[in-house]
């Protein structure tokens, strides 16, 4: 069994005032979930975190059932059960990201929808680093194609848009894939986009460096040094973001944990 260790915090609403986190850690016997529900500026919808808990469950219960079943297939009868429990509407429903990763005796699976990545460490990808990520949502912004809530309900799992977990099953289908051999695997990280901030824009570290910080200091350390940073830009005028501080959710499922015991 890998070692697996994770943290979590809370960030701001859009308002800059504290509120609950939205984003949602499962740690199952063969699998990790990271979901981060989005934050919803309109106030008559169920905010990201609740729809982001109850997704996170239905997939967990579904594991324990199935561990072995396909990540794609999984995700996509959860998704139509919360939608049918909560008659939810597309367009008209929060959403969440989904990350997981799944270990089985030859190998390990990930699954990333939207931005919450999940990064493989070992005997593959460049320099033994394979980041599994889905770009499509960061694309849209950096053309500028996301500036009003319209603007995202429009390109909301629409295939000039982006995909996320929402109220449309067939989402799951748009989801990054990965399989690696397990013998070739030392770590993964699981990360949302409130920690994935520090490497993709900040700029604070590569995944390698926030890898061997969360073994030697845990993973708080590594969310210590995006907030450190953001506290040190309180207005976005050198990184320009919606909120002061998003929510925060790292895990690492560490492989070689034993052999280094």
């Not at 740690?27 to 934050?39: I, R």
């Not at 089985?104 to 493989?120: E, K, T």
């Not at 994935?196 to 926030?210: K, M, N, T």
């Not at 040190?232 to 501080?245: A, C, L, M, S």
Request: net charge negative.
């Amino acid at each position: 069994m890998p070692e697996i260790v994770f943290a979590e915090r809370a960030g701001v609403g859009a308002d800059g005032h504290p509120r609950p986190t939205e984003d949602h850690v499962v740690v199952l016997d063969n699998a990790v979930l990271l979901l981060d529900g989005a934050t919803s500026s309109d106030p008559s919808l169920p905010p990201g975190g609740w729809y982001a808990e109850r997704l996170a469950r239905r997939l967990a219960d579904d594991l324990r059932t199935t561990p072995e079943a396909d990540l794609t297939d999984v995700l996509t009868t959860a998704i139509a059960v919360v939608t049918a429990e909560n008659e939810l509407r597309p367009q008209r429903s929060p959403s969440s990201t989904v990350a997981a990763v799944r270990w089985l005796d030859d190998r390990v699976d990930a699954l990333v929808l939207a931005d919450s990545p999940v990064i493989g460490f070992g005997g593959f990808g460049t320099d033994g680093v394979d980041v599994v990520s889905d770009d499509r949502l960061a694309g849209l912004r950096r053309r500028g194609m996301l500036q009003t809530g319209a603007d995202v309900r429009r390109r909301r799992n629409a295939h000039d848009g982006f995909w996320v977990a929402e109220a449309v099953p067939g989402a799951a289908a748009h989801a990054v894939k990965r399989s690696w051999r397990r013998a070739d695997v030392d770590a993964v990280l699981l990360a949302s986009d409130g920690v994935s901030i520090g490497v993709d824009q900040y700029r604070l570290f590569d995944w390698g460096e926030a890898l061997a910080t969360t073994r030697a200091d845990g993973p708080d350390a590594v969310l210590d040094a995006v907030r450190t940073a953001e506290k040190q830009d309180p207005d976005g005028e050198r990184w320009p973001r919606p909120k002061r501080h998003d929510d925060q959710a790292l895990v690492l499922v560490d492989f070689a944990a034993c052999s280094r015991v």
